[in-house]
Protein backbone atom coordinates (compact mmCIF):
# COMPACT_ATOMS: atom_id res chain seq x y z
CA UNK A 1 0.00 0.00 0.00
CA UNK A 2 2.60 2.48 0.78
CA UNK A 3 4.57 1.83 -2.27
CA UNK A 4 1.07 2.36 -4.03
CA UNK A 5 0.84 5.78 -2.81
CA UNK A 6 4.56 6.83 -3.34
CA UNK A 7 4.31 6.32 -6.71
CA UNK A 8 0.78 7.78 -7.44
CA UNK A 9 2.58 10.50 -5.20
CA UNK A 10 5.28 11.13 -7.34
CA UNK A 11 3.38 10.84 -10.60
CA UNK A 12 1.31 13.31 -9.41
CA UNK A 13 4.47 15.95 -8.27
CA UNK A 14 5.75 15.32 -11.83
CA UNK A 15 2.45 15.68 -13.76
CA UNK A 16 2.44 19.09 -11.46
CA UNK A 17 6.16 20.38 -12.24
CA UNK A 18 5.05 19.97 -16.01
CA UNK A 19 2.07 21.91 -15.67
CA UNK A 20 4.28 24.92 -13.89
CA UNK A 21 6.59 24.77 -16.88
CA UNK A 22 3.89 25.25 -19.54
CA UNK A 23 2.10 28.01 -17.07
CA UNK A 24 5.23 30.19 -17.01
CA UNK A 25 5.67 30.14 -20.49
CA UNK A 26 2.20 30.79 -20.92
CA UNK A 27 2.74 34.17 -19.20
CA UNK A 28 6.05 34.61 -21.49
CA UNK A 29 6.21 37.21 -24.17
CA UNK A 30 8.46 37.04 -27.63
CA UNK A 31 11.37 39.18 -27.68
CA UNK A 32 11.61 41.25 -31.11
CA UNK A 33 15.71 41.67 -30.26
CA UNK A 34 17.64 39.43 -28.93
CA UNK A 35 18.73 42.19 -26.15
CA UNK A 36 15.65 41.72 -23.99
CA UNK A 37 17.26 41.32 -20.66
CA UNK A 38 16.02 38.28 -18.66
CA UNK A 39 16.52 38.16 -15.21
CA UNK A 40 15.99 33.98 -13.19
CA UNK A 41 16.38 34.32 -9.79
CA UNK A 42 17.42 30.84 -8.07
CA UNK A 43 18.38 29.58 -11.14
CA UNK A 44 19.37 26.35 -9.70
CA UNK A 45 21.34 24.19 -12.89
CA UNK A 46 20.04 26.54 -15.38
CA UNK A 47 18.15 24.25 -17.71
CA UNK A 48 14.90 25.51 -17.48
CA UNK A 49 16.55 29.68 -17.48
CA UNK A 50 18.01 28.48 -21.33
CA UNK A 51 14.63 27.32 -22.01
CA UNK A 52 12.76 30.24 -20.69
CA UNK A 53 15.45 32.44 -22.37
CA UNK A 54 14.93 30.72 -26.38
CA UNK A 55 10.68 31.04 -25.94
CA UNK A 56 11.24 34.64 -25.22
CA UNK A 57 14.27 34.79 -27.94
CA UNK A 58 16.79 36.74 -26.02
CA UNK A 59 20.32 36.22 -25.69
CA UNK A 60 20.56 38.72 -22.48
CA UNK A 61 20.29 36.41 -19.56
CA UNK A 62 21.27 36.85 -15.79
CA UNK A 63 20.60 34.85 -12.77
CA UNK A 64 20.96 34.81 -9.25
CA UNK A 65 21.91 32.17 -6.89
CA UNK A 66 23.53 31.50 -3.64
CA UNK A 67 23.04 27.71 -3.43
CA UNK A 68 25.77 25.28 -2.37
CA UNK A 69 26.55 22.62 -4.98
CA UNK A 70 25.80 24.04 -8.29
CA UNK A 71 27.81 23.87 -10.86
CA UNK A 72 28.65 26.83 -12.28
CA UNK A 73 30.62 26.28 -15.08
CA UNK A 74 27.92 24.53 -16.75
CA UNK A 75 25.36 27.12 -15.94
CA UNK A 76 27.95 29.81 -17.49
CA UNK A 77 28.44 27.37 -20.61
CA UNK A 78 24.66 27.86 -21.33
CA UNK A 79 25.41 31.56 -21.74
CA UNK A 80 23.49 32.80 -18.63
CA UNK A 81 25.44 35.26 -16.51
CA UNK A 82 25.58 33.75 -13.22
CA UNK A 83 26.07 36.18 -10.24
CA UNK A 84 26.35 34.74 -6.33
CA UNK A 85 23.61 37.04 -4.22
CA UNK A 86 21.71 36.03 -1.45
CA UNK A 87 17.96 36.91 -2.18
CA UNK A 88 16.55 38.21 1.24
CA UNK A 89 19.49 41.10 -0.03
CA UNK A 90 19.82 43.75 -2.33
CA UNK A 91 20.01 42.33 -6.05
CA UNK A 92 24.04 43.33 -6.86
CA UNK A 93 22.02 45.13 -9.73
CA UNK A 94 21.41 48.96 -10.82
CA UNK A 95 17.69 50.22 -10.88
CA UNK A 96 15.50 49.62 -14.02
CA UNK A 97 18.29 47.34 -15.58
CA UNK A 98 15.31 43.87 -16.26
CA UNK A 99 12.53 43.54 -18.89
CA UNK A 100 11.61 39.94 -17.77
CA UNK A 101 12.18 38.64 -14.29
CA UNK A 102 11.09 34.58 -13.68
CA UNK A 103 11.76 33.18 -10.41
CA UNK A 104 10.15 29.71 -9.56
CA UNK A 105 9.78 27.62 -6.54
CA UNK A 106 12.00 30.69 -4.60
CA UNK A 107 10.45 33.03 -2.30
CA UNK A 108 9.27 30.26 -0.23
CA UNK A 109 12.81 29.69 0.72
CA UNK A 110 13.12 33.44 1.31
CA UNK A 111 12.82 35.09 4.98
CA UNK A 112 12.75 38.82 4.03
CA UNK A 113 10.32 38.48 1.62
CA UNK A 114 9.48 41.88 1.36
CA UNK A 115 12.91 43.12 0.35
CA UNK A 116 12.63 40.10 -2.54
CA UNK A 117 9.68 41.62 -4.26
CA UNK A 118 10.86 45.26 -3.61
CA UNK A 119 14.26 44.18 -5.27
CA UNK A 120 11.76 42.85 -8.22
CA UNK A 121 10.27 45.89 -8.71
CA UNK A 122 13.26 48.06 -8.64
CA UNK A 123 15.40 46.15 -11.34
CA UNK A 124 11.94 46.33 -13.91
CA UNK A 125 12.08 48.53 -16.00
CA UNK A 126 8.93 50.38 -16.51
CA UNK A 127 6.68 48.32 -18.20
CA UNK A 128 8.81 44.93 -17.70
CA UNK A 129 6.91 42.17 -16.01
CA UNK A 130 7.90 38.87 -13.57
CA UNK A 131 6.42 35.60 -13.15
CA UNK A 132 6.43 33.98 -9.90
CA UNK A 133 5.54 31.01 -9.17
CA UNK A 134 5.25 29.18 -5.80
CA UNK A 135 3.75 26.48 -3.06
CA UNK A 136 0.21 28.02 -2.05
CA UNK A 137 -0.17 27.40 1.45
CA UNK A 138 -4.26 26.79 0.92
CA UNK A 139 -3.80 23.39 -1.01
CA UNK A 140 -6.00 20.86 0.10
CA UNK A 141 -3.33 18.17 0.79
CA UNK A 142 -1.95 21.13 3.33
CA UNK A 143 -5.43 21.64 4.82
CA UNK A 144 -5.69 17.99 4.96
CA UNK A 145 -2.82 17.78 7.46
CA UNK A 146 -4.05 20.79 9.31
CA UNK A 147 -7.52 18.71 10.29
CA UNK A 148 -5.48 15.76 11.74
CA UNK A 149 -3.14 18.18 13.24
CA UNK A 150 -0.07 17.72 11.06
CA UNK A 151 2.47 20.05 9.77
CA UNK A 152 1.68 20.80 6.12
CA UNK A 153 4.01 19.31 3.77
CA UNK A 154 4.68 22.43 1.90
CA UNK A 155 5.62 24.41 4.67
CA UNK A 156 6.52 26.33 6.46
CA UNK A 157 8.97 24.34 7.70
CA UNK A 158 9.99 25.28 11.40
CA UNK A 159 12.84 23.36 11.62
CA UNK A 160 16.00 22.78 8.82
CA UNK A 161 17.25 19.42 10.48
CA UNK A 162 14.29 17.46 10.89
CA UNK A 163 11.79 16.77 8.78
CA UNK A 164 8.25 17.24 10.75
CA UNK A 165 5.42 17.24 7.75
CA UNK A 166 4.38 13.74 6.80
CA UNK A 167 4.94 12.97 3.41
CA UNK A 168 5.04 9.76 1.07
CA UNK A 169 7.86 11.78 -1.03
CA UNK A 170 10.43 12.48 1.28
CA UNK A 171 12.20 10.68 3.87
CA UNK A 172 14.21 12.78 6.65
CA UNK A 173 17.58 11.36 5.63
CA UNK A 174 16.52 13.33 2.12
CA UNK A 175 15.49 16.25 3.65
CA UNK A 176 18.55 16.52 5.42
CA UNK A 177 20.34 15.81 2.46
CA UNK A 178 18.48 18.82 0.25
CA UNK A 179 19.14 21.52 3.11
CA UNK A 180 22.37 21.26 3.01
CA UNK A 181 22.16 23.18 -0.57
CA UNK A 182 18.97 24.78 0.27
CA UNK A 183 16.87 26.77 2.95
CA UNK A 184 13.52 24.78 3.72
CA UNK A 185 10.49 27.05 2.87
CA UNK A 186 9.83 29.33 5.46
CA UNK A 187 7.43 31.09 4.22
CA UNK A 188 4.57 30.21 1.77
CA UNK A 189 1.94 31.85 0.97
CA UNK A 190 -2.05 31.39 0.14
CA UNK A 191 -3.14 33.01 -3.19
CA UNK A 192 -4.78 35.56 -1.57
CA UNK A 193 -2.05 36.55 0.34
CA UNK A 194 0.31 36.63 -2.70
CA UNK A 195 -2.36 38.62 -4.65
CA UNK A 196 -2.46 41.39 -2.14
CA UNK A 197 1.61 41.85 -1.34
CA UNK A 198 2.35 42.02 -4.86
CA UNK A 199 -0.32 44.98 -5.47
CA UNK A 200 1.10 46.36 -1.89
CA UNK A 201 4.24 46.40 -4.19
CA UNK A 202 2.35 48.93 -7.04
CA UNK A 203 2.60 45.68 -9.74
CA UNK A 204 -0.31 45.20 -11.68
CA UNK A 205 -1.79 40.98 -11.99
CA UNK A 206 -2.11 40.43 -15.37
CA UNK A 207 -2.22 36.73 -15.17
CA UNK A 208 -2.77 33.80 -12.48
CA UNK A 209 -2.67 29.99 -12.78
CA UNK A 210 -2.98 26.66 -10.19
CA UNK A 211 -0.43 23.94 -10.96
CA UNK A 212 -2.17 20.74 -9.65
CA UNK A 213 -5.20 20.28 -7.58
CA UNK A 214 -3.73 17.39 -5.01
CA UNK A 215 -5.52 14.04 -4.74
CA UNK A 216 -6.63 14.40 -8.47
CA UNK A 217 -5.11 13.22 -11.43
CA UNK A 218 -3.93 15.65 -13.84
CA UNK A 219 -6.93 15.53 -16.84
CA UNK A 220 -9.01 16.29 -13.40
CA UNK A 221 -6.58 19.26 -12.17
CA UNK A 222 -6.45 21.50 -14.75
CA UNK A 223 -10.48 21.61 -14.90
CA UNK A 224 -9.98 22.36 -10.98
CA UNK A 225 -7.09 24.80 -10.89
CA UNK A 226 -9.22 26.92 -13.48
CA UNK A 227 -12.47 26.69 -10.85
CA UNK A 228 -10.83 26.74 -7.70
CA UNK A 229 -7.58 28.38 -8.10
CA UNK A 230 -7.46 29.44 -4.48
CA UNK A 231 -6.61 25.66 -3.61
CA UNK A 232 -4.70 24.92 -6.13
CA UNK A 233 -1.04 22.94 -5.24
CA UNK A 234 1.10 25.45 -6.63
CA UNK A 235 1.16 29.08 -8.00
CA UNK A 236 1.47 30.91 -11.09
CA UNK A 237 1.53 34.52 -11.46
CA UNK A 238 2.63 37.48 -13.94
CA UNK A 239 2.42 41.11 -13.16
CA UNK A 240 3.74 44.18 -14.07
CA UNK A 241 5.63 47.24 -13.55
CA UNK A 242 3.00 50.08 -14.73
Known amino acids: MTSILYKYAQYLSNAVYRQGISNVIKCLEQSKTNSTVLLDLGCGEGTLTSK ?37 ESFPLKSEVVDIVITQQCVEHLIETDNFFEEI ?3 LKIGGYAVIRTDN ?13 CQPSCGPSVSKKHLLSVTPLQSQSAYTETTKYAPPHY ?40 LDIWHSKMITIKVRKP
Not at 59 to 84: F, N, P, Q, W
Not at 207 to 218: A, I
Request: net charge positive; glycine share 6%.
Open 121 to 123: YRV
Open 52 to 88: FANVIGTKEVYALDISEGIDVEKITSKGIKLIRADLN
Open 137 to 149: LAQWDSVFFLVFG
Open 187 to 226: NVMTFKALKRLLNRNKFVIEKCFGDGYYPLPPFISRVFCR
